[in-house]
Structures are given as C-alpha cells and as structure tokens.
C-alpha cells in the first residue's frame, strides 16, 4: 500500500554465453590468438557479451582510434522491413579507446554516459512511417543490431547521405550484436483449446512452474516477446490472444470476459503451471482487463499488475462485457471535445478525465471483491490517458473498503508504452483500431529508467506472490567466453 516516485539508478553488468544460431558470416579476433603487424593497425570493437537477453545490459567499447580526436558510434537495426538507429559523439581517451558505458555522449541521440543509450534511444530511421515501432515477432530468432564506428562527429543527414562512398572512407569498424527475448532452454507451444488463442513460454521440463497470463492492448493478435522473456526468469506465461487473431472475433467491444476466465481454468488445469493461483499482467485495454478478471476470479489470481491502466469501465473499453451482459451500469464520462489534432498526430490524453473532480466516481469497478495483490505502473507523462490519477483513486477505493493490497509505481517522463528493459520509447504509434497515430508521451531518458525499474520491480512481485523456480538464462550459445573483437578498417 504504497505508492514510489522512482529516480534514476544504476545498471548490473552480466557476461553471457556467444549464440549458437547461425549468423552472417564477418571477420573476427578470438582472444587468446596470436594478432599480425596488419591486426594490430586496426580499430577493434569489443562487445561483451556478444549475445545477451534483451533485458541485460552489454559493454561496448571501441579500441585503436587515437589517431582521430572525434568518432561517432551508430546502432543499426531491422525488424519485418522497419529500420531503427541511434548514435553518438564520443572523445577517445587518451588510450585511443571509447568506452560506452564510461565514457559521456557529448551530442547524437543522447547525451551523458548512457551504457544502454545507442538502444533505449533508437528512433524510426528516416523515410521510415509515422508512428512505426519496434516489436519483435519471432521471439526464436534474435533482434541483430548493427554497431559501427565513423571517423569524426557524424549526424543523420550523413547516414542518409547519397555519397556512400564517403560514408564508408569514414568507418573504421563494426560489428553485430544479438539480443534475445526467447532462450535455448524455453518451449514455446502454440495453444488451441478450446476458445483459447495464444501461445505459452514455459522453461524446459515438466514442472510445474509459477503462472502468469499476458495481455497487451488495442492492437489485436498475439504478441509473445514479454511471455518469451517470463519464461527466461522461470514462468510459465501465455501470451494470450482475444481479438483479430486466427477464429477470434474481430471487435474488440464485442470481447466477453468468460473467454479470460476460461484461460485461468485453463492456465490452472495445465500440467506445467502451479495449481495455487496465477499472475495476470497487461497494459493499456490490457490493463483493464487484467484488474476486471482479478475481481471476477477472486482467488484463483494471486497478483495483477496493472501498466498504465484503468480500473474504471470507460467506453468500448474491455472489461464492459461479462457472460453477454454488461457489468456496469455507468460508464466513464469522456471529452471528445478535448481531442488535439496536429500534423496528423493526436493527442487523446484530455479526452479522459484529467482531474479528480472531472471523474464520475460511480464507474469504477469493484476492487474489493478481489483477493489478488495488486501492482499499478504508470508513467506520468502518459498522453493515452490519465492512468496514474485512475490508479491512485482504485488503490484509495481499496483503501476504503479496508484494503492494503495495493502498491502503485509512478515514473516522471515515462510515456504510455512501459515495457521490459532496453527496448527503445515508442512515443509516437500507430493505433490500428482508430487507424491513427497517437502521441503515447515519454521522454527516453526517463522511460529508460521506468523500464528498467519497473521490470525488476515486476519481476519481484510475480515471485513474491505467484511463486518461482529455476531461470533458464542461456542465449543460443556455442560454448565459450562472451567477449569477441570484429575488425573491418585499417587506421
């Protein structure tokens, strides 16, 4: 029954092991082999590890530049035909090295030391569509980023410059570095039974583990690469599909609850899952939906955490509609009025309630009746809606009816879209039910840190309450130590 402001903090390194999955093939130095005359004129990457889950942090450093006073370093990468990047200034040491996890950014796409920055502040690559953002769809292969070294202060226009050939004279190395959601040691198992859609992580062997069930929000089918990762940490989570996906019904509006409630039976009846109750997660619709079941499955769900949710029924919101019926009799007041269109952006986060006494308190759900331990993340500068203010009054509601089974993380700057660590800020997406591009707020040097926190936090909070077992934190591997040095260009 608290509630945290959450300030900046800092990162644990990991070593990991070097992925087994094939890659493309590029030139590369073993530690421990004799080097020539020619190697050693060369710039040297080094990053450990070379292959890591997607929520650890990695070291890049660049070796052999003291020839030159500035260097830019760039990260690179595609997913499904959409580009990302991210770059920065640095100034060599006086060693001839850049270190990014020591050494300040002075201009590019942050500023500061920023271990992670060159990945929480990729941006859509220029000509890439408004609103584009980076999801990972096949989970059993890994996202593949792109790092090189330039010669001098580089900026976009040079990357998207037509004269190639003076881009290239200016690299002096690269290198690509593997990040996974999904490990060797997890199943993933495609689930039709059945209504159920969706697909479940669970580490290899029998069982049972902790269980947990994982929405997203408005953009229908399923979407795996938080329940891949789960499944890392020793959880057997279903990324649970409930609209536009395969037979499921198309309208979101038209989403009854009984479907939820047949896949915690089902979840609970699951040989691999623990019987004594689940965890549920979602964010945005999936968010509400994820408070409603709490309420409706009293027991059976043991802790929900509620991203940037509500725990009011607003409308066409999901939750509405619970054995072909509709659960409240009163629906959140909106201003449609209030909506703010600019260069084909808008802005929704006035068209709810803004202010406590905007809010019709009568439309929120009844949080007593669950048994469940909840856990409210918000960021504060969310432009989807007010969800901290809708949090903090369910959890003073809770309190009302006598409750403490509440505890609420807000984060200055966070945006809508809170996900786990490292994943760039989506402050700009596409909204597939309203077919435009919504401002989701956030600023990257802040929701970097609420993802980051609010992922351990989460974590902490499925085990405490849901239960735990063995991680399984093994990328695809051949065997062997993390760190490996890529040269391209002699000095």
Known sequence: ??????????????????????????????????????????????????????????????????????????????????????????????????KVDSH???????????????????QPSTGQKAG????????????????????????????NSSNIESLTQSVLGKTTVERWYMGKDVDRIEVRSGNIRGTLFKPKGKGPFPGIIDLFGASGGVTEFRSSLFATHGFASLALAYFAYEDLITDIKQVDMVYFEEAVDWMLNNQFVMDSGIGVIGVSAGAQIVVKLSIICGPKIKACVCINGSPFYTEGGTGNLYKGKQSANYIMNVFPDRVATKDDIIDISRFWPCKREDIDHSTIMNLEDATCQFLFINGLDDKSWSSDLFSKLGCEYLKEHGKDNWKILSYPGAGHLIEPPYAPLCSLCYHKLVSVVV???????????????????????????????DHVRSVPSFGGIGAIMVQLSKL
């Open 104 to 122: 300040p950014s002075i201009g590019g796409s942050f500023k500061g030391i920023m271990p992670m920055g060159l990945f929480t502040h990729m």
């Open 1 to 98: 029954m608290a509630s945290i402001n959450i300030a900046r903090k800092s990162c644990i390194f990991y070593r990991m092991s070097r992925p087994s999955r094939p890659r493309p093939s590029r030139p590369f130095l073993v530690f421990g082999r004799p080097t020539s005359s020619v190697e050693r004129k060369m710039a040297k990457f080094i990053v450990t590890p070379s292959a890591s889950f997607i929520d650890e942090t990695i070291s890049v450093c660049v070796y052999g530049v003291h020839k030159f006073p500035n260097v830019t370093i760039r990260a690179f990468v595609e997913e499904m035909g959409r580009t990302f990047e991210a770059y920065a200034h640095f100034i060599p040491d006086v060693n001839g090295a850049v």
């Open 132 to 159: 584009t953002r980076l999801v990972k769809k096949d989970v059993t292969t890994p996202l593949l980023f792109h790092l090189t070294a330039y010669k001098g202060f580089l900026s976009t226009d040079d990357f």
């Open 439 to 469: 401002n989701y707020g956030g600023y990257p040097d802040e929701h970097s840190v609420a993802q980051e926190d609010s992922w351990e936090k989460t974590l902490a909070f499925f085990k405490e309450h849901v239960g735990e077992s």
